[in-house]
């Protein structure tokens, strides 16, 4: 994708120190790698996994998961750069990966030779570390330098090498980064944009960076020139060089919260302020036309935008502050822009349509900005892979929850597609039905959810159920493949339901904008409504329903565990937030306050602690026997978190099931074998829990 500042990934934190609280008895579980939490957490691993283990379904269902992970025909998804397809893959030869590329005629045969660039096994066993890719940034245009990324067991935090794609190897005195989360972009041959974030006073109180640097080549670190300072309360302020054909823009993006940003345009030695709305989204540029996605209504002059729409206007009019924004989408109550990417001539929008995706294309003519729906697949998910902005080539993929994931090779411009690659299907879909529902959520809002029946299906209320929501920062949900549902869930009998719940981005800003704050209970009510929807239906009831959710998702179910433990047999909890109260003091928790509020604030504590997991658990309560699931490596949502939920349900004398990957990262696993096995133990307890459930839990 060109140009789209949308797709700059929001880096994590440090490890952050501990604040002493007198009224919390589990603070000591928040030393991430100390002696007496790991042991606790070693011990918990220890009896969770014998438990799970002895399910009689955990060993086939470990196999099958491994083997459809490291299948050898899964589809290698491209990334174009240079007109070249690149790949990052993994395999049961390759466990850390291999970077590889190919030309894209050579793309186009079923199995392709690949040119292998770096051996992640190879170098980790050379080097004696346990690296996992973190990606590579590569020059534009000539792609012939990198910078490589590395992270120690799968966290946040990077090394940053310059890699010459030439000689194929590391360059000596190139541009290097020690283990921090400091980014590093390339801007030119020889200068590099650059935020340190080693020290407490380079870091926002999210624990980002906020100074840019141009750092040049042949000079130390800390020589590097200060071009922008963002404020200490900041989220984090990055820079970044965009190309719109030959034309190079640098920009800085400024984020003073999660929500809203910034853009100064670095010219001369001298910054200018793009002036649109703080909550908008720069998506691009594109023949000199700047793409702004708005997040609520806007005014300038006497035309009126609405909350959603997909804006432009000539780049050098809105620097000179005389723009004139012309209208290239609004969207429906039923729609939103769930992505925007551009060719080389063309913007390609993603649109979601009662959470169905489709492509509308806009070129820019003589008579303005016209628009085409792309004549593509619909009733599925749809996802740009890949632009290439040399020409109108473009890579997109089709999935739904029946249809293995199918990869297209298509022309922006000539509205021309085909299939070049297919996965093989992973379970047997026959007699296996998916419907869209709406459930009627406690403030009257309609909540749509797919449900995905397994053949045989009867609505006698005793299916084993299992509910996936996310519900937050304008994240949309879509109907997927899984292999590992497919197969270990499906074709066992069991039902899967996607709920679409506020929070999430489905409907576009409002949709997410409804249940920020002293909203979030919307996001509870929601899954609670499409449970009892479930339930009414005669899909499902109580012993027989879980619900799984990870990172806010982990929020999301561990709250509504705590506020409806009637309703579900199975609470699977990931990666998760649960202490409301200290998590902005924890990792990057404080770049979260514009989602949850401030918990110092008192009135917005107020509204906080009415839902906080760790705080609301209850001795007194019959909670089910929930599953939660952290990583000692993941240095974005603090594993302290789900540490203590699981000590205070303990103590309260509730039963629990915890396991701790000591690697991993906030994705839970470091590699393709850690991912089958967690897989595994999740479905051996949704199996415990709901095909076999009990009444008494």
């Known amino acids: 994708m060109k140009n789209s500042l949308g797709a700059v990934l929001l880096a994590a934190v440090f490890v952050s120190g501990s604040v ?20 606790w957490a070693r011990e918990q691993n220890e009896r969770s996994e014998a438990f799970l283990r002895a399910h009689p379904l955990f060993e086939e269902l470990h196999k099958r998961n491994l083997e459809i ?64 890719w973190a990606g590579a940034n590569c020059r534009y245009p000539d792609y012939d330098r990198c910078l490589v990324g590395l992270s120690i067991g799968g966290a946040d935090a990077a090394v940053r090498r310059e890699f010459d794609m030439e000689s194929r190897s590391f360059v000596e005195d190139g541009f290097v980064l020690p283990e921090s989360k400091s980014y590093i972009s390339w801007r030119d041959r020889d200068s590099v944009f650059f935020g340190p974030a080693f020290e407490p ?173 792309l004549d593509i697949p619909a009733s599925g998910t749809l996802n740009v892979v890949t632009t290439d902005d040399r020409s109108d080539a473009f890579y997109f993929n089709y999935t739904d929850f029946l249809t293995p994931t199918r990869l297209y090779e298509a022309d922006a411009m000539a509205d021309t597609h085909r299939q070049i690659r297919s996965e093989p299907s992973r379970f047997n879909k026959d007699g296996m039905e998916v419907e869209q529902h709406f459930a009627t959520s406690a403030d009257g809002e309609r909540i749509p ?40 869930w499906l074709e066992r009998g069991g039902v899967y339901v996607l709920a679409n719940i506020r929070g999430g981005g489905e409907f576009g800003p409002r949709w997410h904008q409804a249940a920020l704050r002293e909203n979030r209970q919307r996001a509870f009510d929601d899954l609670i409504a499409v449970a009892e929807d479930l339930i009414e239906r005669g899909v499902t009831s109580p012993p027989h329903l879980g619900i799984q959710g990870g990172s806010n998702g982990g929020l999301l179910t561990g709250a509504v565990m705590v506020q409806r433990p009637d309703l579900f047999n199975a609470v699977i909890i990931q990666v998760p937030l649960l202490d409301m109260k200290r ?31 760790y705080q609301k658990l209850s001795a007194e309560a019959n909670y089910p026997k929930a599953f939660v699931t952290t990583s000692t490596r993941d240095d974005r949502v603090h594993p302290g978190h789900a540490r203590k939920f699981v000590a205070r349900m303990l103590e309260q004398g509730h039963e629990v099931l915890y396991f701790e990957n ?36």
């Open 201 to 373: 006073e380079q870091m926002t109180t999210s624990e980002y960076a906020r100074k840019v640097y141009i750092w040049r080549r042949g000079t130390p670190r800390e020589e590097a020139e200060l071009v922008f300072e963002g404020q200490r309360e900041d989220v984090l302020v990055w820079g970044s060089r965009l190309w719109d054909g030959d034309t190079a823009w640098d920009v800085i993006i400024r984020l003073p919260t999660f929500f809203t940003r910034e853009y100064h345009v670095l010219r001369d030695g001298q910054t200018v302020r793009v002036d649109v709305p703080g909550d908008a989204n720069l998506a691009g540029i594109i023949g000199g036309q700047l793409l702004v996605e708005l997040r609520s209504d806007w005014t300038p002059g006497d035309t009126t935008f609405v909350q959603g729409a997909l804006l432009a206007a000539d780049m050098e009019s809105v620097l000179a502050g005389e723009p004139s924004f012309e209208l290239l989408f609004a969207p429906n109550e039923r729609q939103a822009v769930n992505g925007v990417s551009t060719t080389q001539n063309t913007v390609i929008v993603s649109i979601l349509e009662d959470v169905i995706g489709q492509f509308v294309r806009f070129t820019r003519t003589e008579d303005g900005w016209q628009q085409t729906r």
């Open 662 to 697: 000591i690697e991993g990262g906030h994705g839970g696993a470091a590699n393709l074998e850690q991912s089958a096995y967690i897989n595994a133990l999740i479905q051996a307890y949704l199996h415990e829990r709901l095909a076999g459930a009990r009444e008494d839990g």
């Open 69 to 132: 992970l490291t299948s050898e025909d899964r589809i290698a998804f491209p990334s174009l750069m240079g007109g070249q397809i690149f790949n990052f893959w993994r395999d049961a030869n390759h466990v850390r990966g291999i970077w590889r590329v190919t030309t894209r005629e050579n793309f186009r045969d079923p199995r392709p030779e690949w040119d292998v660039i770096i051996d992640v096994d190879q170098l980790a066993a050379e080097e004696e570390q346990n690296w996992v």
């Open 583 to 613: 998590y902005h003091k924890l990792l990057a928790g404080a770049s979260w306050m514009a989602e949850y509020g401030n918990p110092d604030d008192p009135e917005d504590w107020a509204f906080i602690s009415q839902y906080s997991p």
């Open 20 to 39: 002493m609280a007198n009224d919390d008895p589990f603070l000591w579980l928040e030393e991430i790698e100390g002696d007496t939490a790991l042991e």
């Open 449 to 488: 959810y797919f449900i995905v029946k397994p053949a045989g299906f009867e609505a006698n209320g005793s299916n084993p159920t299992l509910i996936g929501a996310y519900g937050g920062f304008e994240v949309a949900r879509t109907a997927f493949y899984s292999g590992i549902i497919g197969s270990g």
